[in-house]
């Protein structure tokens, strides 16, 4: 029994811990562009990003 004592303010600690990293990640925008890595990991590296054109032919 003794060995709550010590387990739950530990448990509750690491937490505290984890849920102030998660909420630090987000308020710093590590989650903001969740498909972007995605779809880039896909493109290949010779051909132009869509919707990015250098030359309009207008």
Same mark, same amino acid.
């Given at each position: 029994m #003794? %060995?709550l /004592? *010590?387990?739950i303010? %530990?448990? /509750?600690?690491? &937490?505290?811990l !984890?849920l102030? &990293?998660f909420? *630090? #990640?987000?308020r710093? &925008?590590?989650?903001?562009? +969740?498909d &972007?890595?995605?779809?880039? /990991?896909? +493109?290949?590296?010779d051909e132009?990003l869509? !919707? ?7």
């Open positions: #003794s %060995v /004592i *010590w387990l303010p %530990v448990a /509750i600690t690491m &937490g505290a !984890g102030a &990293g909420l *630090w #990640s987000l710093s &925008g590590q989650f903001d562009d +969740m &972007g890595a995605a779809h880039r /990991i896909l +493109m290949d590296d132009p869509p !919707g990015k054109d250098t030359k309009s032919d207008d």
